[in-house]
C-alpha cells in the first residue's frame, strides 16, 4: 500500500496535473524561483555591459537595464505559464521552468559590442525572428534529433561555456567598461568576487536541500553583504524607479538583420535539442516514464513562441531551465501546478521596476564571483555529455577541427577583417562557425572510420568503436 507523504501519496506526486495543498505548493513554487533567478537575469546584465551601457546611476542609459530586467523576469514568468497551463498545442503542460537562455549570449555579444542601446533595435528584431522560427521547429524536432548526436550538442554547450568565462574573470575585476582603469583587478575586487565563489562551493559541496539548490543565490547574499561593507553598494537607483510599470510594446524598436536573423534561427536548433532533453528528464526523474511526443513538440512550441512574445517587449530568448530539471527529481513533486505559482511570483516581480532596480545594485563584482561558477558549470556540463562520446578515430578529428575553427575565430576575430560585415559577425562568434562544421562533418564523414580507433584513445591496443 502506497505511504502518503504530507503532500500527497506516490501516484499523486508523479502526477503533473495533481495540485498540492497550497501551503505546500506556494513555497515548492518560490523555491522553483529561488534555483533559477540568478541565471534567468544575468544574461540582461551581459548584454548591457556588453553593448557599453548600463553600470553606474549617472548613466542616461541605466534605466534601459532597469527595463532589460524586469523583461527578464516577467516574460520567463509568462513563458513558463504557457508551458504549464498550455494554449492548445503550445506548452508541454509539465513542470517546465523557462528561463532567458545562456546558450544565445554568444550571438548577441557580436551583435551589440559597444554600440550601446542604438544596437538593440536589431537584437531584438532577431529574438522575434528567431522565436518565431523556434516554434515551427516544433512540426518536426523529433525527426532532427539524428543530426545532433552527443558529440555535437557536447561540442556546442562546451563552446557556449569558453565563450562566456572570459565575462566572469571580466566582470570579477571590475566590469568590462573598466577595463583600463587603475582599480581594475584590485585585491577589493577580487576578495568580493572570491567570497561568492567560496560560499557557493562550500554550499554545492556540504550543504544538502535548498541550501545546496540555492548556493549560488546564497553566495551573491553573502557577496552583496561584503560588498556593502566595503562601501560598493549604492541604492540611488531603487528611489529612482518606478513602483509599477507594464511592458511596453517595441520598448526597443525592431531592425531586420540579415546577422541576427541567421544567428537566432541556427541557434534555435540547438536550443531545441536542448529542451528536449530537458523534458525528457523531467519526465524521467519525476514520473519514471519516457516523453511523449506531443509533450516535446509543445515544449519546443512554448520556447519558440515565448521567446518571439519576449522579443516584442525588450525580452531575451527563453529557454527551459535545467536546474530546475534537478529540482523536480531531488522533490519529487511532478506538479506542473506548483510551478504556475513560481509563474505568478514572477511576472509580479516582472511588473515592479524597483524589483530590476534592486537587482541592478548588486556589484559587477559580485555578479562576476557568481557567472564564474555558473559559466564554468556550462562547460562542465558540456563536457559530461561528451563523455558519452566514443572516441574513435572519426569522432576525435570532427572535435578538433570544429573546436580549433570556432574557438580560433572567437579569439582572433581579427582575421575576419575583410569578410562581409554580416558573416563577420556569425563567424566571430566562435559558436555557430563551429556547431555548423560539426554537424556537417557528422553527417558526412563515413561510419566506417568509427571501427578505427586511434592509438591515443585505445591505449595501442585497436579495439571496435560503437557508431553514434
Same mark, same amino acid.
Given at each position: 500500500?502506497?505511504?502518503?507523504?504530507?503532500?500527497?501519496?506516490?501516484?499523486?506526486?508523479?502526477?503533473?496535473?495533481?495540485?498540492?495543498?497550497?501551503?505546500?505548493?506556494?513555497?515548492?513554487?518560490?523555491?522553483?524561483?529561488?534555483?533559477? @533567478?540568478?541565471?534567468?537575469?544575468?544574461?540582461?546584465?551581459?548584454?548591457?555591459?556588453?553593448?557599453?551601457?548600463?553600470?553606474?546611476?549617472?548613466?542616461?542609459? @541605466?534605466?534601459?537595464?532597469?527595463?532589460?530586467? =524586469?523583461?527578464?523576469?516577467?516574460?520567463?514568468?509568462?513563458?513558463?505559464?504557457?508551458?504549464?497551463?498550455?494554449?492548445?498545442?503550445?506548452?508541454?503542460?509539465?513542470?517546465?521552468?523557462?528561463?532567458?537562455?545562456?546558450?544565445?549570449?554568444?550571438?548577441?555579444?557580436?551583435?551589440?559590442?559597444?554600440?550601446?542601446?542604438?544596437?538593440?533595435?536589431?537584437?531584438?528584431? #532577431?529574438?522575434?525572428?528567431?522565436?518565431?522560427?523556434?516554434?515551427?521547429?516544433?512540426?518536426?524536432?523529433?525527426?532532427?534529433?539524428?543530426?545532433?548526436?552527443?558529440?555535437?550538442?557536447?561540442?556546442?554547450?562546451?563552446?557556449?561555456?569558453?565563450? !562566456?568565462?572570459?565575462?566572469?574573470? =571580466?566582470?570579477?575585476?571590475?566590469?568590462?567598461?573598466?577595463?583600463?582603469?587603475?582599480?581594475?583587478?584590485?585585491?577589493?575586487?577580487?576578495?568580493?568576487?572570491?567570497?561568492?565563489?567560496?560560499?557557493?562551493?562550500?554550499?554545492?559541496?556540504?550543504?544538502?536541500?535548498?541550501?545546496?539548490?540555492?548556493?549560488? &543565490?546564497?553566495?551573491?547574499?553573502?557577496?552583496? &553583504?561584503?560588498?556593502?561593507?566595503?562601501?560598493?553598494?549604492?541604492?540611488?537607483?531603487?528611489?529612482?524607479?518606478?513602483?509599477?510599470?507594464?511592458?511596453?510594446?517595441?520598448?526597443?524598436?525592431?531592425?531586420?538583420?540579415?546577422?541576427?536573423?541567421?544567428?537566432?534561427?541556427?541557434?534555435?536548433?540547438?536550443?531545441?535539442?536542448?529542451?528536449?532533453?530537458?523534458?525528457?528528464?523531467?519526465?524521467? #526523474?519525476?514520473?519514471?516514464?519516457?516523453?511523449?511526443?506531443?509533450?516535446?513538440?509543445?515544449?519546443?512550441?512554448?520556447?519558440? @513562441? #515565448?521567446? %518571439?512574445?519576449?522579443?516584442?517587449?525588450?525580452?531575451?530568448?527563453?529557454?527551459?531551465?535545467?536546474?530546475?530539471?534537478?529540482?523536480?527529481?531531488?522533490?519529487?513533486?511532478?506538479?506542473?501546478?506548483?510551478?504556475?505559482?513560481?509563474?505568478?511570483?514572477?511576472?509580479? %516581480?516582472?511588473?515592479?521596476?524597483?524589483?530590476? %532596480?534592486?537587482?541592478?545594485?548588486?556589484?559587477?563584482?559580485? !555578479?562576476?564571483?557568481?557567472?564564474?561558477?555558473?559559466?564554468?558549470?556550462?562547460?562542465?556540463?558540456?563536457?559530461?555529455?561528451?563523455?558519452?562520446?566514443?572516441?574513435?578515430?572519426?569522432?576525435?578529428?570532427?572535435?578538433?577541427?570544429?573546436?580549433?575553427?570556432?574557438?580560433?575565430?572567437?579569439?582572433?576575430?581579427?582575421?575576419?577583417?575583410?569578410?562581409?560585415?554580416?558573416?563577420?559577425?556569425?563567424?566571430?562568434?566562435?559558436?555557430?562557425? %563551429?556547431? @555548423?562544421?560539426?554537424?556537417?562533418?557528422?553527417?558526412?564523414?563515413? =561510419?566506417?572510420?568509427?571501427?578505427?580507433?586511434?592509438?591515443?584513445?585505445?591505449?595501442?591496443?585497436?579495439? =571496435?568503436?560503437?557508431?553514434?
Amino acid at each position: 500500500m502506497a505511504v502518503e507523504s504530507s503532500i500527497g501519496t506516490p501516484d499523486q506526486l508523479r502526477d503533473p496535473n495533481f495540485t498540492p495543498p497550497l501551503l505546500k505548493a506556494v513555497p515548492l513554487g518560490i523555491q522553483h524561483v529561488l534555483a533559477m @533567478f540568478v541565471s534567468n537575469v544575468t544574461p540582461a546584465i551581459i548584454i548591457a555591459g556588453a553593448a557599453g551601457f548600463g553600470f553606474g546611476s549617472n548613466s542616461p542609459d @541605466f534605466p534601459s537595464l532597469i527595463y532589460m530586467i =524586469q523583461m527578464s523576469m516577467f516574460f520567463a514568468g509568462v513563458a513558463t505559464l504557457i508551458q504549464t497551463i498550455g494554449l492548445g498545442p503550445v506548452g508541454a503542460r509539465l513542470p517546465i521552468v523557462q528561463g532567458t537562455s545562456f546558450a544565445f549570449i554568444p550571438i548577441m555579444i557580436p551583435l551589440v559590442a559597444g554600440k550601446g542601446v542604438e544596437a538593440l533595435p536589431v537584437l531584438f528584431g #532577431g529574438v522575434l525572428i528567431g522565436g518565431l522560427f523556434h516554434a515551427f521547429l516544433g512540426t518536426f524536432i523529433g525527426k532532427i534529433r539524428f543530426a545532433l548526436p552527443p558529440l555535437v550538442t557536447g561540442l556546442v554547450v562546451l563552446m557556449i561555456g569558453l565563450a !562566456l568565462v572570459r565575462v566572469g574573470i =571580466q566582470y570579477s575585476a571590475g566590469g568590462v567598461p573598466n577595463i583600463g582603469k587603475p582599480e581594475y583587478g584590485s585585491l577589493l575586487n577580487w576578495a568580493v568576487a572570491l567570497s561568492v565563489i567560496v560560499v557557493t562551493l562550500g554550499l554545492k559541496f556540504f550543504a544538502r536541500g535548498m541550501w545546496s539548490v540555492a548556493a549560488v &543565490l546564497i553566495g551573491l547574499i553573502v557577496g552583496y &553583504l561584503f560588498a556593502l561593507a566595503a562601501g560598493m553598494v549604492s541604492f540611488e537607483n531603487i528611489g529612482r524607479a518606478a513602483p509599477f510599470a507594464i511592458p511596453d510594446p517595441f520598448h526597443f524598436g525592431f531592425e531586420f538583420s540579415i546577422a541576427a536573423v541567421v544567428g537566432f534561427c541556427l541557434m534555435a536548433f540547438v536550443s531545441a535539442i536542448e529542451t528536449v532533453g530537458d523534458v525528457s528528464g523531467i519526465t524521467k #526523474g519525476g514520473a519514471g516514464r519516457e516523453a511523449t511526443d506531443k509533450e516535446i513538440a509543445g515544449a519546443t512550441y512554448a520556447d519558440g @513562441f #515565448g521567446t %518571439a512574445v519576449a522579443g516584442i517587449f525588450g525580452g531575451l530568448p527563453n529557454t527551459s531551465f535545467s536546474q530546475n530539471v534537478g529540482l523536480v527529481a531531488m522533490t519529487g513533486v511532478m506538479s506542473r501546478h506548483v510551478v504556475t505559482f513560481g509563474a505568478i511570483f514572477l511576472i509580479i %516581480a516582472g511588473l515592479i521596476p524597483k524589483v530590476g %532596480a534592486a537587482i541592478s545594485t548588486i556589484p559587477i563584482e559580485v !555578479l562576476g564571483g557568481g557567472v564564474v561558477v555558473m559559466f564554468g558549470m556550462v562547460c562542465a556540463a558540456g563536457m559530461s555529455m561528451l563523455a558519452d562520446v566514443e572516441w574513435n578515430r572519426r569522432n576525435m578529428v570532427i572535435f578538433a577541427v570544429s573546436l580549433s575553427i570556432g574557438l580560433g575565430l572567437q579569439l582572433e576575430s581579427g582575421s575576419l577583417q575583410y569578410v562581409p560585415e554580416t558573416l563577420r559577425v556569425l563567424l566571430a562568434s566562435g559558436l555557430l562557425p %563551429a556547431a @555548423f562544421i560539426a554537424i556537417i562533418l557528422n553527417l558526412v564523414l563515413p =561510419q566506417e572510420l568509427a571501427a578505427e580507433a586511434t592509438d591515443d584513445a585505445s591505449g595501442g591496443h585497436g579495439g =571496435q568503436a560503437q557508431d553514434d
